[in-house]
């Protein structure tokens, strides 16, 4: 039983002080609650346990609240053909986060379902808090409205970083060239806007984990005069040095438009590098492992095409716009003396792309004797188990032995490009509207498949399991041979977890009819669609 209560409100104040100078001040809050209420009777299973069970109980709640103020003030001036205006302005936004969770058993029977009819024997609660601080301005700048200058800084300082780096500066400026208002070319009637712009700047990011800039302490219990004694001991290495990770971008651009803007193109160029946040590994005699600095780094480069169009007269239009992105990611450099981060499944390597899936590649299944005497296998494969391919040994090649060398990239989250299609018709008073999405070359991690294709049978499986599962009548089977006590866990870390969440999708599919004007002026109405 889940219960959701959720709050969003905003509220805006805007003063012109002057004609050329105006104040706005925003204040948004969000409050998020949620609570979980789990009860498993004994008449139920349970995990490879046949009913009846012990009845189990759990709790899990938290609330989140989170809100934002913002203050700023404008002032802008015309002088001939010069327009200049100034803001500056700064924001404050703080988040509350509160979090319990509880398991009980050895209920006396299955009427009574809340947790104190029970035996409490595990839980916690916890409470973090982040702050956010920033102080921004900004200057827009242009001649004739065909010469464009655009530029800002903001500081921003965040709770979540070391106390000598606190805050972190962003500048960025943009440039704007107006062709089309170039006397040159008022000739060209067919063009009605192109624009060149460019533009480089800073932005940073500070979404790591709360107070990781300190040594956080977990539950360490130990033994005093033969007793068990609680304690706490250090978790994390402590980084009072750590600071934002800082992404410098530069954009080239150009709009066209064509037949009164009525077909319109805008093309981007861009290129970023982002200098990261890692957890290093750090020598274990300091008491740790790892230890997140501020080092590493990653480039990405894409483009980004956009078209639309009206196509129509006053009774029927067809209004189209597409887009089209493509992004290439490569890491450049990691910690001091690191070539590659694995982390179960998830390999970032120098030269490669952030998290690409490193996996074992199944290539059949033993079918014979003669399979495993054939192919290398694990000490505990069997006639029916997973065949594994044989990629590399100590020396980079293939040993005959399945190891964890024999793991290889064969994905990433990351699509090959992402493209929407919108379309809007209207004919007189019809009008139809819809959405394409299109994600291409993205793979997927489906951890749920460990449970979907389990060869234990505790619980309920995928359907292409149950279809396609090896046994002396189906040789051909894709799936290992069922086991109550399975031998080979390595199809979890497997290509078998992969799939392919490329997708089309339709969206926001919307028909409507707008009354006549004749019929609304008798029923004094403005608009009814």
Known sequence: ??????????????????????????????????????????????????????????????????????????????????????????????????????????????????????????????KSTWT????????????????????????????????????????????????IEEEWMKKLDILSDLKLRASVGGTGNFQISNYSSYSLLNPANYLYSNVVVNGLAPSTAPNPNISWEKTTQWNVGLDVG???????????????????????????????????????????????????????????????????????????????????????????????????????NVIGIYKSEEDLNKYPHLSTSKVGSYIYEDISGPDGKPDGKITDADRKVMGNYMPDFTMGFYNSFSFKNFDLSFMIQWVQGVDIFNKSNAFLLNEEGWGTGAKKLYNNWFSENNLTAKYARPLVSPTDKLYESSNYMLEDGSYLRFNNITLGYRLPKKILNKMNVGDLR
């Open 132 to 179: 956010l601080f920033s102080y921004f301005a900004r200057v827009n700048y242009s001649y004739k409205n065909k010469y464009l200058l655009a530029a800002s800084i903001r500081r921003d300082g965040s709770s979540r970083f070391g106390k000598n780096n606190k805050y972190g500066t962003f500048p960025s400026v943009s440039i704007g060239w107006r062709i």
């Open 1 to 126: 039983d889940e219960k959701t209560f959720n709050i969003l409100s905003n509220l805006n104040l805007n003063i012109t002080i002057l004609d050329n100078l105006k104040f706005k001040s925003h204040f948004g809050v969000q409050y998020n609650k949620i609570e979980n209420d789990y009860f498993r009777p004994s008449y139920l299973a349970g995990y490879n346990s046949k009913a009846p069970s012990k009845a189990v109980g759990k709790y899990f709640g938290y609330t989140t609240l989170n809100w934002i103020t913002e203050n700023t003030l404008t002032y802008s001036l015309e002088l001939n053909d010069h327009y200049i205006e100034f803001l500056a302005g700064i924001s404050a936004q703080r988040e509350d986060y509160d979090r319990a969770n509880m398991v009980a058993s050895d209920f006396p029977n299955d009427n009574i379902t809340t947790l104190n009819a029970g035996i409490v024997n595990s839980g916690y609660t916890d």
């Open 258 to 360: 064509l037949f009164n803007n009525r077909l319109t193109f805008a093309v981007d160029y861009y290129k970023s590098t982002t200098d990261g946040l890692l957890n290093v590994p750090v020598p274990a005699a300091s008491g740790f492992t790892t230890s997140l600095q501020n080092i590493g780094k990653v480039n990405n480069k894409g483009v980004e095409l956009s078209i639309k169009a009206d196509i129509g007269n006053d009774d029927f239009m067809w209004s189209p716009s597409l887009n089209f992105s493509k992004n290439k990611s490569k890491v450049i450099r990691l910690g001091p003396g690191q070539t590659q981060i694995l982390q179960d499944n998830s390999l970032t390597k120098v030269g490669g792309e952030v998290g690409s899936y490193y996996v074992y």
